[in-house]
């Protein structure tokens, strides 16, 4: 009876350790379930639900021969972003900590009947000397300073910048963004924006990049 016992238990003990694995097997294929959507100029753009959400997000993956301070260069400047930002309008420095924190103020100009929108972005860089790798962590502050008359503000944008210096020359790019787009616009309208949009956004950026107009800069926080 005893050993009856000590058998049972340790099935049960088997049987519920098998289901923490299966499940944790199922979350880890949840969280990189990315979908391959489209490739072009040498880049692929991803995108998977994100969990807890009806909207998408999006990932954009790429290799391009450029210096790490060139590409750090264009989100450096601010006033560059009309360049590359889709549909951007106006965009204004309100802050900046030495090199590695910045808070800017976007206005996107919409296609009729969607309101306009505008956000507050803040931008915090980061550099791994061990992988020469550099990080944009982008986040929306929307309580930084109240929405202009007539716009919606962006209330939810998280994004990732990666920019890893391999030792053929090339640069491997990685962006990843997740972002509501407020008001009224239905989930599988704001969707459908998520292949374009961020690859067009990532390619515009290298080509700013690739013109190298801030040759010689650098910057502390890059040792």
Not at 175 to 184: D, E, M, R, V
């Amino acid at each position: 009876m005893l050993l009856g016992n000590l058998i049972l238990n340790k099935t049960r003990k088997w049987f519920f350790l098998g289901l923490i694995s299966v499940s944790f097997s199922f979350e880890l294929f949840a969280q990189n379930n990315w979908e391959l959507q489209k490739e072009e100029s040498g880049f692929k753009v991803f995108t998977r639900v994100k969990q807890g959400s009806e909207f998408k997000e999006s990932k954009v993956t790429g290799k391009v021969k450029v210096s790490l301070t060139s590409l750090v260069s264009v989100f450096q400047d601010v006033n560059s972003f009309i360049n590359f930002m889709p549909d951007c309008d106006e965009s204004k420095l309100l802050k900046m900590q030495g090199d590695t924190l910045q808070i800017y103020y976007m206005f996107t100009n919409a296609p009729w009947p969607v309101d306009d929108r505008d956000g507050i972005y803040q931008f915090n860089y980061s550099y791994n000397p061990d992988s020469n790798c550099v990080i944009i962590a982008v986040k929306a502050v929307p309580e930084y300073s109240e929405a202009k008359q007539g716009n919606v503000r962006i209330k939810v944008s998280d994004g990732r910048w990666k920019f890893t210096e391999l030792a053929d020359g090339y640069i491997d790019i990685e962006y990843t963004l997740f972002a509501k787009p407020g008001g009224s616009i239905p989930a599988w309208l704001a969707n459908s924006t998520t292949v374009d949009m961020p690859l067009k956004t990532a390619l515009e950026a290298l080509k700013q990049a690739q013109l190298n107009l801030h040759k010689g800069k650098k910057y502390n926080f890059i040792k």
